[in-house]
Nanobody, 126 residues
């Protein structure tokens, strides 16, 4: 069974940076595309970023382009979401998701993912 654990969330100030981690266990991590999503308060979950199995292809939502960067270290079974210039609109619960797939593919909608972590809270104060 796929297990994903997010970490790195917290309370930060406007303009700060934060890096989230997503560690997978019980899976061949290198065979899974990873996605990051977030759920702002009172809103639906939304796509943030995605990365292919080897990290060669990535996608970032317009809201985070230029500020957020997704990456992965398959030797550590971990994916990352580096966030800079955070603003209060970035507040929410951040989730990572995984889907087993072939090389060079990533997914940008939550329906395409079958495994999810429990989420980590990010709060940006103004």
């Amino acid at each position: 069974q796929v297990q994903l654990v997010e970490s790195g969330g917290g309370l930060v100030q406007h303009g700060d940076s934060l890096t989230l981690s997503c560690t997978g266990s019980s899976i061949p991590f290198t065979s899974y595309a990873i996605g990051w999503f977030r759920r702002p308060p009172g809103q639906e979950r939304e796509f943030v970023a995605a990365i292919s199995t080897a990290g060669t292809k990535k996608s970032h939502a317009p809201s985070g382009k230029g500020r957020f960067t997704i990456s992965r270290d398959n030797a550590k079974n971990t994916a990352y979401l580096q966030m800079t210039s955070l603003n209060p609109e970035d507040t929410g619960v951040y989730y990572c998701a995984a889907r087993r797939t072939v090389t060079g593919v990533y997914y940008t909608t939550e329906d395409e993912y079958g495994a999810w972590g429990q989420g980590t809270q990010v709060t940006v104060s103004s």
